[in-house]
Structures are given as structure tokens and as C-alpha cells.
């Protein structure tokens, strides 16, 4: 069973940086692609962005393109997700998530980081 453990959040003023860890541990770590999604409460989570974990490749949504950027350490099974220029409109719980080849949906879940952008 893998396991997802975020780390790196915290309170930043607006215009600041973070960067998020996303580490895996448990059974030998192979997924399709890993995933960030943020979540306000009360309102619907919200994909942020995506690495393909062979080849590297990047997409992210409208809302943090050119801020956000997602990497990866395969050989730590570790992704990253480093914020600049954080807005307050980005506070939010942020979670990271893995799909595997077969799945349809991200199947696996870490327990989520709060990143709090103050004005």
C-alpha cells in the first residue's frame, strides 16, 4: 500500500513563495501520473496540476499557470510543487494524488498541507 505524505505548508504574504513535497513510501512506487489538487472548505477541490512520473511532462490549470511549476525526484519518490507570486486566493488545503496506468482516477491520496496567502 503506498502512501502519500505532503509537506511544506504554511502561512506566506502575497507575492511569496513555498515550495510543497510530496513523498511516497510503502511498496514499490511506479505511478502513471501524480497530481495536485487544492480545496477550500465548502467549496469543490480543484485540480492545480499534473506530472506524468515517465518523461516528465507538465500540465496545470488556467489559475496557477506560469506561478506554479511540478517536478519530480523519481529516485526519492518525491514530487514537488513550487508556488511564486502566491496569491490569497490560493489559500487552500493542498493535496497530492497518484494514478497508476490503469486507473481511471486518482486513486491514492496523502493527507493534504494548508497553505494560508495573507494580504
Known amino acids: 500500500q503506498v502512501q502519500l505524505v505532503e509537506s511544506g505548508g504554511g502561512l506566506v504574504q502575497a507575492g511569496g513563495s513555498l515550495r510543497l513535497s510530496c513523498a511516497a513510501s510503502g511498496r514499490t512506487f511506479s505511478p502513471h501520473t501524480m497530481g495536485w489538487f487544492r480545496q477550500v472548505p465548502g467549496k469543490e477541490r480543484e485540480f492545480v496540476g499534473r506530472i506524468m512520473w515517465s518523461g516528465g511532462s507538465t500540465y496545470y490549470a488556467d489559475s496557477v499557470k506560469g506561478r506554479f511549476t511540478i517536478s519530480r525526484d523519481n529516485a526519492k519518490n518525491t514530487v514537488y510543487l513550487q508556488m511564486n507570486s502566491l496569491k490569497p486566493e490560493d489559500t487552500a488545503i493542498y493535496y497530492c494524488?497518484?494514478?497508476?496506468?490503469?486507473?481511471?482516477?486518482?486513486?491514492?491520496w496523502g493527507q493534504g498541507t494548508q497553505v494560508t496567502v495573507s494580504s
Open positions: 494524488a497518484a494514478r497508476s496506468s490503469t486507473d481511471i482516477y486518482y486513486s491514492t
